[in-house]
Structure formats: C-alpha cells, structure tokens
C-alpha cells in the first residue's frame, strides 16, 4: 500500500500527518530560507531563455513579437505556479509534482508524473549543456584557442561528441554530490553575476534601439507568436525546481510559496525586457544563433563586452543546469523512497547528506544526452514534458481540494477552482501547439514508462507472495 493510500484510510485528525511519520526514512538537512528559494528560481529561470532560445525563436517563429510570446508564456506559468505554491505548502516533500500526483490520484499516475518530470529535468540538463557548450566555444575562439570540431559538435553536426557539455554535467554532479549548502552559495554568487551581465547588455545595447526593426512586429501572424510561446516555455521551466526543495526548508509553509512566485516575477520581467531590446538593436531576423546576446554586442561593436556578456551567460547557464540537476536528484529520490524505483538509490551519503548514488548516476546519463544529441530535439521534449507535469498540478489542485477539503493550506490559489482551471486550459493550448514528432516522442517515452512500471509492479507482487509463503 503506497503512502498516500494509507493516508485516505486515516481518519481527518491523522490525514495530516507528515510524510515521514508515516514512512520513516533519512533526512535531507533543513537549510534554505525564502531568499535561498528565490535564487534557486531565478537561477534556474535565467539561463537558456535569454542566452540561447530567444534569439532562435525571434527569428524563426515569432519575430519581434517573442516578447507576446514571453508574455504568453508566463501566464501559463503564473496559475501553474499558484497551484505549486498551494500544493507544496500543504503537502511537501521532495517529490514536487510525483508527490502531488500521488495525493490526488494514487500509485500509477504519480508514477508516470514522476517519469515525465525525470524527462523534463533529465532533459532540461542536457539541452542547457549543449548551451553551455556553444558559449564556452565562443570564449575560447575570442582568446585564440580552437577544439577539434569533432569534439564540440554532435554526431548529427558532423562530429563525434559535445565534449564540454559532458564536462560541465558531470562537473555538476560532483558538486551536487558534495552537498546542498555548498550548492546554495555557488548558486547565490553566479545569480548576481549573471544579473549584472543582463545589466549592462541592456545598458549598452539599449543606446541603439531603433524602432523601425519592429515595423514589422508580428511577422509570422498570431500564430507565429504561440508557437513562440511553446517553444520558449523551456525558459520558464525553473520555477517548479523550487517545489522539490519542500523538505530542505527552514519553514516550507511560509517560504516555498514567496519563493515560486517571486522567481518567476522577477524573472517574466527580466525576459521581456532582454527580448525587446534584443529585437530593437538589431532586425529579427539576424538572431538565429545560439548565443544571440554575445553576437548582438559583437555586431554593435562591442567585442570586448561581448567577451564579458559570454562568460555571464556562461555562469547562467551554469545555474540553471545546476537547480535543474537538483530538481531531478530529489524527485528520483522520493520515487525510490516509495519504491517504485530501487529503494538503495535512496541511501543518503552519511557525510554529505545527499543522495550521491542518484546524483552521479544521472549526471552519468545525462551527459549522454548532452554529448550526441542537437539543443533543438532536447528542448522540444523538455517542453512537453513541463507542460505535462503543469497540467497534472493544476488538475491535482482542485481534485485535493474535493478529496482532502481539510487539509491545511497555508497558501489558497485565489479565486477558488478559476486560476488552476484557466492554468490547464493554458498548458494544453501551448502542448497542442507543439510539433507532432515532439508528441511522438513523448508519447514514447510515457510508454517506456509504463512498462518500466508494470515490471516493478510484477516484482514487487512477486516478492510480497514469496515474504507471504515464506512466514
């Protein structure tokens, strides 16, 4: 019987239990206050969104009008957020959406939220990695040092793999795997340097704005601008990293709601600005590159602060890869803790108090991703995958509001089932919008997932009638 199942049969005195009274298990040490949440949000959000996608979106899909398509896009985020807040507030956990998933509709379907998100976290890694990879090229092109082609490129580009997006995953696996707190100040000092990056990007680049590059605002139609949307959705996809560090805060209750919702503020805001001026400096159709910040100020005339604004968005880029991998090590951990993955992934290192295990075997997989596949089939799946895990946490906020009416909530969606039901309508427009070979892949992946769980089910089953014959 899963944790949430025994918690239904409970009487409503006892519903309230947390979730390691009902399962004792290892802690995971409480250290982060609502400003560490905040900038564990914004050092996922800013990253890809500015430095990789929105120059590649502006001019294949929504011109200057990508900056409706952040706006699109961050309303989808908005209700999705509300729910989150509501969701980790009152149940936490590590697990984020799986652990939602399983409070409101029991053992299978948390297991296949828990699959998509380990798709879209997994993923997510290796698509900012490939990012990484282009921009730390670029530095060391400015400097006069040139890898071999076969080893910055992957095999679908001619080469053989992406050395350095393999390097910076693993890099951060080892950092991950020495401990949280260090991870928090690592991430404290990057977020105010790529923040002072953005800065002077739009200090410089916004003293040659020229409007006429948006006389044609709206060239691909309306249509254009939410295909825009879905595509730069990946850009937003670090605000829900913070509902998997529940168990890690010093009050979950009060800080994890203040720390989704003020990221992603913070954030929206920060995109559009960056996207306007993007698109005013020079024409849209200029930015199909993946480091179109660094090569607006190259083309200004400004090489030496494009150096500056690469190495800021290669510090970006680095946080958001970090918070991501975070994100996924706490929901595999979760899921092995209920046993639907191998319960020893769960061991915590004694020392670090994190879950090494998980941590380096991930980073291990990842970088495969990262090494041989191209950024634009990455952020396809990572997107689908979010929207997904988004639906599921709206959908999940008005069903345990009918099953659990009295369960504590610290923090109330506003407007009753309206903003988590305006927030499902949003995330399915956006997935409807995505490419069919996006959903083939999908649809796919789910189905590994399935049959991945029905194995466990099969053995699980096995190993309960074998304890059975055995007493």
């Given amino acids: 019987m899963s944790i949430f199942d025994r918690k239904r049969i409970l009487n409503k005195k006892l519903i309230t239990k947390t979730l390691d009274e009902m399962m004792p298990h290892e ?79 029991g053992e299978i379907f948390a297991w296949m939220i828990g699959w998509d998100l380990i798709l879209e976290y997994g993923i997510a890694v290796a698509a900012v990695a490939i990012g990484w990879a282009a921009y730390f090229n670029d530095i060391l092109n400015a400097l006069g040092m040139h890898l071999p082609m076969l080893l910055i490129k992957d095999p679908s580009q001619g080469g053989i793999i992406n050395l350095p997006a393999v390097i910076i995953v693993l890099a951060l696996a080892s950092l991950l795997a020495i401990g949280i707190k260090a991870s928090v100040r690592f991430n404290a000092i990057i977020v105010f340097v790529k923040v002072i990056t953005i800065f002077l990007f739009l200090v410089i680049a916004g003293n040659h704005i020229n409007f006429e590059h948006w006389e044609n605002f709206m060239p691909f139609g309306w249509q254009g601008v939410v295909n825009g949307a879905a595509l730069i959705f990946f850009a937003y996809i670090g605000f829900d990293a913070i509902s998997t560090a529940a168990e890690e805060a010093h009050h979950p209750q009060r800080d994890m709601p ?45 090489p030496m602060m494009a150096s500056v604004i690469a190495v800021g968005a290669l510090a970006g880029l680095t946080t958001v890869m970090l918070v991501m991998f975070y994100g996924l090590s706490r929901i595999i951990l979760a899921m092995s803790r209920d046993r639907l993955l191998p319960h020893r992934m769960s061991k915590l290192n004694p020392r670090t108090k994190t879950p090494a295990r998980i941590i380096l075997l991930a980073g291990c997989l990842i970088s495969v991703f990262a090494g041989f596949f191209h950024i634009t089939v990455v952020a396809e799946m990572v997107n689908i995958g979010t929207l997904a895990a988004f639906l599921f946490v709206n959908v999940g906020t008005i069903v345990m509001r009918k099953t659990h009416p009295e369960l504590p909530r610290p923090f109330k969606v506003p407007g009753g089932y309206i903003m988590p039901c305006i927030g499902i309508v949003f995330c399915l427009y956006l997935m409807l919008n995505l490419p069919w070979v996006t959903w083939l892949r999908f649809f796919g992946w789910m189905f590994v997932g399935l049959v991945i769980y029905c194995y466990q089910l099969a053995k699980r089953d096995y190993r309960d009638r074998h304890s059975d014959l055995q007493s």
């Fill in 27 to 105: 802690h995971l040490e409480k250290c982060l206050g609502a400003f560490d949440l905040t900038l564990l949000g914004i050092g996922a959000i800013i990253g890809a969104g500015i430095f990789i996608l929105t120059g590649v979106v502006a001019a294949t899909q929504a011109g200057p009008a990508i900056t409706l398509s952040f706006i699109l896009a961050s309303f989808a985020c908005l209700f999705s957020a509300l729910s989150y807040a509501e969701l980790s507030s009152s149940i936490g956990g590590c697990g984020s959406a799986y652990g939602y998933a399983y409070a409101g509709f």
């Fill in 258 to 302: 203040r720390g989704i919702i003020a990221s992603l503020i913070i954030c929206t805001g920060i995109y559009i600005l960056v996207a306007s001026v993007l698109t005013l400096a020079v024409p849209y159709a200029t930015l199909n590159t993946e480091s179109p910040v660094a090569n607006v100020l190259l083309r200004l005339g400004y």
